[in-house]
């Protein structure tokens, strides 16, 4: 797993970097022998652009995930936020990815309740998620923190319709991951089995693509955890998928 505030950011104070320092961290670690995938915690829209991601993406052990937050699919809101890039600019990075794989799995974060915020703003948030068709959203309520910009600024938005507004998004995200998921139905995936459940009945890893896939613990004559294993997706199982062997 590689983590980091801004992990693309990697070898941009070597003045030869050129924009290609992560790129070539990822080419070494991809040509270290051995059966092992990597994983990234998270990429920044700001300090990527599409050519960026796409030298990231072209690696043969890389996980087809990644966390690319937006936290609002207005563009006045990302202004007001300060995030340095747009929807646009944003849906360009998503359309690069799912182009080289329509079943690459994208979460995100988002903030419900800026300070400002419309419910325009908040119907395209709901737009963006549909057309992006994220695997996961992590859905926030803005919370103020004083001696900060956004807890200065007019047109703060009441906790009641904050809460409902949460609700909202977070229902559309929900929708967005099982129509994910649906469309990896009958898709082989690489699994990683990290523990046995409760009950005894299903083991639970993530698939290449980051959904946390379930497979009947009968299936194995020993315990699979911290081996791969490959699994067909079969639709969506309790918070996740189902995976047959």
Same mark, same amino acid.
């Given at each position: 797993?590689?983590? *980091?505030?801004?992990?693309?950011?990697? %070898?941009?104070?070597?003045?030869?970097?050129?924009?290609? #320092?992560?790129?070539?961290?990822?080419?070494?670690?991809?040509?270290?022998? #051995?059966?092992?995938?990597?994983?990234?915690?998270?990429?920044? =829209?700001?300090?990527?652009? =599409?050519?960026?991601?796409?030298?990231?993406?072209?690696?043969?052990?890389?996980?087809?995930?990644?966390?690319?937050?937006?936290?609002?699919?207005?563009?006045?809101?990302?202004?007001?936020?300060?995030?340095?890039?747009?929807?646009?600019?944003?849906?360009?990075?998503?359309?690069?990815?799912?182009?080289?794989? =329509?079943?690459?799995?994208?979460? $995100?974060?988002?903030?419900?309740?800026?300070? *400002?915020? $419309?419910?325009?703003?908040?119907?395209? $948030?709901?737009?963006?998620?549909?057309?992006?068709?994220?695997?996961?959203?992590?859905?926030?309520?803005?919370?103020?923190?004083? %001696? $900060?910009?956004?807890?200065?600024?007019? %047109?703060?938005? =009441?906790? /009641?319709?904050?809460?409902?507004?949460?609700?909202?998004?977070?229902?559309?995200?929900?929708?967005? /991951?099982?129509?994910?998921?649906?469309?990896?139905?009958?898709?082989?995936?690489?699994?990683?089995?990290?523990?046995?459940?409760?009950? *005894?009945?299903?083991?639970?890893?993530?698939?290449?693509?980051?959904?946390?896939?379930?497979?009947?613990?009968?299936?194995?004559?020993?315990?699979?955890? *911290?081996?791969?294993?490959?699994?067909?997706?079969?639709?969506?199982?309790?918070?996740?998928?189902?995976?047959?062997?």
């Amino acid at each position: 797993m590689l983590t *980091g505030i801004n992990t693309a950011l990697y %070898g941009r104070d070597d003045p030869e970097d050129k924009g290609k #320092g992560f790129a070539r961290l990822l080419d070494r670690i991809d040509a270290v022998p #051995g059966d092992f995938r990597v994983r990234l915690s998270s990429l920044e =829209p700001t300090v990527v652009s =599409p050519s960026q991601v796409a030298d990231v993406l072209d690696h043969e052990k890389l996980c087809h995930h990644l966390h690319l937050s937006i936290q609002s699919g207005s563009d006045p809101v990302l202004k007001a936020m300060n995030r340095g890039y747009t929807r646009a600019e944003y849906l360009e990075i998503v359309d690069l990815i799912r182009k080289r794989d =329509p079943h690459f799995g994208i979460t $995100t974060d988002i903030i419900c309740g800026f300070p *400002g915020e $419309t419910e325009k703003d908040v119907e395209d $948030t709901l737009a963006l998620i549909k057309e992006a068709a994220f695997a996961r959203v992590h859905v926030f309520g803005y919370s103020r923190r004083d %001696g $900060t910009k956004a807890a200065a600024m007019p %047109g703060q938005i =009441p906790a /009641a319709v904050k809460a409902a507004r949460v609700k909202l998004v977070s229902d559309a995200a929900e929708l967005a /991951a099982r129509d994910f998921i649906e469309s990896c139905r009958g898709l082989e995936q690489i699994v990683l089995p990290e523990r046995l459940t409760d009950d *005894g009945r299903f083991y639970e890893g993530y698939s290449g693509n980051y959904l946390m896939t379930y497979i009947h613990a009968e299936r194995f004559d020993e315990d699979p955890c *911290g081996s791969f294993v490959k699994a067909k997706l079969d639709g969506p199982f309790m918070d996740g998928v189902r995976g047959i062997c």
